[in-house]
């Protein structure tokens, strides 16, 4: 990825990863990455950090190979990337803080804001496809009159759509604008603050002499449509239109087949089966999606026990969930339940970019749609699909580890529209389902997520059970 990012025609930087797993014993990653790694890494050209320090347990509980990695980055004077995904802004924020990262984009209230910044910390006001918090965090800034050059935009994960169709920071931008931060402020965001952040500013962030002529020309500072991009000094685009030549890159062969799956799913592997508890009412443990935002709700609700399995209840928005292990082969899978996708009838979506040890995930109403959704999406190597009734209705193939596309990015964004269109055939209205469902294997947000070793408590950072045994 850094060989890749450093041939591009505007700039790309990267940071090394630095919670592989992200939370450990929780769940199974495809693979390792630890203080020897990082250290390697981080003499690489093009690396400027070490990103999103997820294991804010780790941080604030001392652990060793959290702290080590931290160390190495700090010896290449680099920047400690912030992930502090809890509401918590007592001890344990204070610990993280002093733990070392520099920055954080999981905050959502104004409190989170102002306490990152008065902590010494930059505060990354995310506004992505389906995380909208730049509203809500630039308080800090209109309220509170705190010094907006503390504060970054950011998108964190946006839908290839969004990308073509609305923009990126651009699009954070404005939104910045449309909530009382001036023009010349929310540029400083985008652009001079980030590159101080990462030690960028002597080549990038400004137009100054020595600098690199990464430029935008616009004609409207509220809507932020460029007119013209000009990149490492070249006109890239204009109007919209793409001025340069992109080369395709060799990826190898273990990077595009990257999804293994050693047998051909059944309805038997999605069902949920009950042990111990007689036919009847329980309570289950449910993950619960918060519309626009990444945390997920703890839910607690009453099921019904049928035969020996809980079935989905679409007349409750209950649906199955289901985590199958594809990087080692052992095609495992760890079934659980989730509530609000709204899914009407029989249908299912699968995804294997499921952050962030990205095993597949799939979430349905139909174990014949599961069964379906799964084998499709293995055979095509990775990416996301939607089956209803049988049929798969939308699709878009990422070939590359199951999480990135061969192809442009507009070609993206129209199969990309059809997984987007399924959701909504299947009865989802939230903004950007398939953004929500990427997250929900991502065991360090608060509050319920699933791993291939269970349901996993983020509050408690435990595992839990699907069904609560009566007391």
């Known amino acids: 990825m850094v060989d890749e990012a450093a041939v591009q025609p505007v700039h790309v930087w990267v940071q090394v990863p630095s919670c592989v797993p992200s939370a450990p014993g929780l769940e199974t990653p495809g693979a390792l990455i630890g203080p020897k790694d990082v250290a390697k890494a981080m003499k690489w050209e093009g690396i400027i950090g070490l990103g999103e320090m997820m294991n804010f347990p780790g941080v604030y509980m001392s652990d060793e190979k959290m702290h080590a990695e931290m160390a190495a980055t700090r010896r290449a004077d680099k920047v400690i990337g912030g992930h502090y995904a809890s509401p918590d802004l007592g001890l344990p924020f204070h610990g993280y803080v002093a733990g070392g990262a520099e920055d954080d984009h999981e905050g959502t209230r104004l409190e989170d804001a102002a306490a990152r ?37 950011c998108t964190d994960d946006s839908h290839s759509a969004t990308l073509v169709h609305e923009g990126h920071l651009n699009r954070a931008l404005r939104v910045a604008i449309a909530h009382s931060v001036s023009p010349i402020v929310a540029v400083q965001m985008a652009t001079i603050n980030v590159a101080e952040h990462f030690g960028l500013a002597r080549s990038m962030g400004q137009i100054a002499p020595g600098r690199y002529a990464d430029l935008l020309l616009i004609s409207d ?36 087949q990257s999804v293994k799956l050693p047998k051909v799913f059944a309805a038997s592997d999605f069902r949920l089966h009950v042990n111990g508890l007689v036919d009847g009412r329980t309570t289950a443990n449910v993950i ?37 292990e594809r990087h080692r082969g052992t095609g495992s899978v760890t079934v659980g339940l989730v509530n609000g ?10 995804s294997t970019v499921a952050h962030d040890s990205h095993h597949m995930i799939v979430v349905g109403t139909d174990e014949a749609d ?37 192809e442009h990015a507009e070609t993206v964004a129209q199969k990309a529209a059809t997984v987007l269109e399924g959701f909504r055939a299947c009865g989802c209205t939230l903004n950007n389902p398939n953004m929500q469902l990427s997250l929900l294997a991502l065991v360090v947000i608060p509050e319920l997520r699933i791993s291939d070793k269970g349901l996993v408590d983020v509050k408690n950072f435990s595992l839990v059970p699907v069904l609560q045994k009566p007391s």
Not at 120 to 132: D, E, I, N, Q, T
């Open 117 to 153: 910044v008065r902590q010494g910390m930059k505060v990354m006001l995310r506004h992505g496809s389906a995380w909208h918090d730049v509203a809500e965090q630039v308080s800090p800034i209109t309220e509170l009159g705190l010094d907006p050059r503390h504060f970054l935009l």
């Open 221 to 256: 500072l509220t809507q932020f449509q460029p007119d013209i991009v000009i990149a490492k000094g070249q006109i890239a685009a204009e109007k919209g239109r793409l001025n340069l030549h992109l080369n395709p890159f060799p990826y190898p062969e273990w990077v595009t």
């Open 370 to 406: 599961m069964v379906e959704a799964a084998n499709s999406l293995a055979r095509s190597g990775g990416g996301q699909i939607v089956v209803k009734d049988g049929k798969v209705i939308g699709q878009v193939e990422l070939q590359i580890a199951g999480l990135m596309s061969t």
């Open 341 to 350: 996708f709204g899914f009407k009838g029989k249908c299912a979506v699968a």
């Open 288 to 324: 619960g999606v918060i519309e626009n935002q990444a945390p997920t709700r703890h839910l607690q609700m009453p099921v019904t026990t049928n035969a020996g399995e809980i079935h989905a209840d679409t007349s409750r928005d209950i649906a199955k969930i289901a985590l199958v």
